[in-house]
């Protein structure tokens, strides 16, 4: 069987996936479940991560990240193909980048340490912060871009990139970046290498997920943060998925579910229950858990209207369940499988 | 190991607290934390104003601020006790930022700066300028004196404490020696241009590689222009600095009880502790309680399965089971307690590194604020901490 035959998902032909969210909604934890789910048979995926916060490594359980491509994990196996590829992972930092950048397009990889010291960096990131967003930006385009292997070896050409993003009031600005310094730089060295980051970025092998709970806030943001994409770039960057993560279970349905959010349930019937299943009813306890049943109910509710809000923006919609227990590599490949059930990966 | 309590209101109270600064990791709830706290002091009698970098909408709505436009504005509905008063501005950086040119350069000059494109850029979009224009803001009003508590809360940076080393990164920018470079020979001496005399000419060649002759030229024409003003926009991010060192400041660090943002929390109390920046305590948001919590979540869940079987005697389904109600109350408090326990274990964990911290705890609400009435619980809950933290009803 020919490994890079192509699955029917929602993204063919998508070779960087940018996965942003607003801050705790997960993004990180999603991203690295969407490069498990796409490393199917074969396939060599590779997981970007660019805001120095280690999160990659912790959740695969490996040691803090260095700047160069490291296996991490083998990918979902393929339904009933056996197993799946491998994920790549490599933190991204500005000055790694930079120094990167130079040598592979200059040469100039000891100019490069020079530079550094001599306040280069600081440059980058304190008066041109717009330059480190170009630099990591860049790195995750060059891995896309890859079709074969360089002189010694060491890059590995990759079937799709993923990119543990920003957080989606910063993602817009971030991805546009490359077309906001090519009108800065005008001509030169810069500007050619900012097209060639804009060109990746803004063609269809470019999406940009959009990871969420069911509360108010983050959908809001994800909603702003599609509007805001389309009027930055005039639809130029393309949204992904909506992916909404910690969906609470509910417990109730229908007209139970009205009838718990209302208040309106009967006590006693919970009583009786409890009774029937060996549990007095002390002081108040069926009470207190008809408390908490509203609460629950009210929430499930909540979150209905949340989902409704979300599908309104018309983009793909995918459900990822909320894990209780701290996420381990067990429940990445959980989260993974929920993905690719669904056609997102 | 049970935490200290966090004192909101001896905080509030205590006039000689000048500013509060709410810190954590993007989406635990700063701004609310932030606004409900500005909230409560104004209502007992401080001169409050909330400076928020980056709010939702809503909860911009509840404070009444409906534009971005760098003025504090007075908010309306706050039952004020003697003397108090709450206002509440949006950081603008923009604005803020083109204030500093306007303040620091002569009419012309400033006007140059203005109309740069490099500066332009700078000024609006880069991630960064919000950090330093933030503890700008901060400074102008705090020297303004013209309200007795400021709180603020930290932009959604990318490292969370880039607002502290913003200050300090732009003053060793300033005294670089790339500055020196771009500005030309003159400025760096000669001492310097004899040790870097061969290889000088190999950076510039280099900068002028990378960045092009253009860009190269536009970077220097904005620095000299900037040149200027630099002492005195180093001056006043020092000044700022040391502000959030005085007794004056008090950090709160703001967390959900997920291993993400209580790590970050240690970060963050691990660097207040080496900037020697003053830390008044955590506050732990989102908490899930049980008002049930006698009730263990295995006997729930026990329970739960108990009452299955019965309604189901010959291990078939039967819709509409007369215990459903019960079922489901059942199943969702296993969970609820399950999910307070693993918090609980967060906290905890917390505590045990940073045990000198003082917590409080709000619990979840059910739905987001978006009013001064919910602002105002909140505030309330932040000081009720009429039990301590970590002494919860019986299952976690």
Known sequence: MNPWRTRDTDWDGVRLHVVTGKGGTGKTTVAAAMALALAAAGRKVLLIEVEGRQGIARLFDVPPLPYSERKVAIGLGADGAGQGGDVYALAVDPEGALLDYLEMFYNLRRTGKALTRLGVMDFATTIAPGLADLLVTGKATEAARRRVDSRDGSPHVYHTVVMDAPPTGRIGRFLNVSTEVSGLAKVGPIKTHADTVAKVIRSPQTVVHFVTTLEEMPVQETLDGIAELRELTGGAIRPGGIIVNMARPAMLEGAELAAAASGSLDVTELAVGLKAAGIGDNHGLAADLMTELREHARQVLLQNRERDELRAAGRPLYELPMITDEIDLAGLYQLAGALRRQGAA | ?396
């Not at chain 2, 400041?249 to 009880?257: E, G, I, M, Q, R």
């Open chain 2, 1 to 396: 190991m049970k935490p200290v309590r966090l004192e909101m209101d001896r905080i509030i109270d205590d006039r000689r607290t000048r500013i509060i600064v709410c810190c954590g990791s993007g989406g635990v709830g700063k701004t609310t934390a932030a606004a409900a706290i500005g909230l409560r002091a104004a209502e007992r009698g401080r001169q409050a104003c909330v400076l928020t970098v980056d709010p939702a909408r809503r909860l911009a709505q509840s404070m009444g601020l409906t534009s971005l436009d760098n003025i504090p504005r007075r908010v309306d509905g706050v039952e004020v006790a003697d003397g108090g008063s709450l206002h509440a501005m949006m950081l603008d950086m923009k604005r803020t930022f083109d204030e500093i040119v306007e303040a620091h350069a002569d009419p012309d000059r400033a006007a140059q700066i203005l109309a740069n494109p490099f500066y332009q850029s700078l000024s609006s979009s880069f991630a960064g300028t919000q950090e330093y224009m933030a503890m700008e803001k901060l400074g102008q009003l705090r020297r303004a004196e013209e309200w007795d508590l400021i709180v603020v809360d930290t932009p959604p940076s990318r490292s969370a404490l880039d607002f502290l080393d913003a200050p300090q990164r732009l003053g060793r920018f300033l005294d670089g020696r790339l500055i020196r470079l771009l500005t030309g020979p003159a400025k760096a001496g000669m001492s310097y241009m004899k040790v870097l005399n061969a290889g000088l000419a190999v950076m510039t060649g280099a900068l002028t590689k990378v960045l092009g002759t253009q860009l190269l030229k536009d970077a220097q024409t904005f620095i000299a222009a900037l040149d200027t003003m630099f002492g005195g926009f180093r001056e006043r991010a020092e000044s700022t600095y040391r502000l959030l060192q005085a007794p004056g400041t008090a950090f709160l660090v703001v967390a959900t009880p997920e291993p993400d943002a209580l790590r970050e929390a240690s970060y963050f109390v691990e660097r207040l502790d080496e900037e020697r920046m003053p830390l008044a305590g955590l506050i732990l948001n989102r908490v899930h309680t049980s008002p049930a919590g006698r009730l263990s979540a295995a006997r729930s869940l026990a329970a739960a399965e108990t009452l299955e079987m019965q309604t189901q005697p010959n291990g078939r389904l039967v819709p509409g089971s007369g215990h459903s109600i019960t079922v489901a109350a059942l199943r969702m408090h296993a969970e609820r307690m399950h999910l307070g326990r693993r918090e609980r274990r967060l906290a905890e964990h917390f505590t045990s590194a940073h045990p000198a911290v003082p917590v409080a705890e709000v619990v979840a609400q059910p739905e987001d604020v978006h009013d001064l009435e919910g602002l105002r619980l909140i505030g309330e809950i932040l000081s009720r901490q009429d039990r301590a933290p970590g002494s919860r009803g019986a299952g976690f």
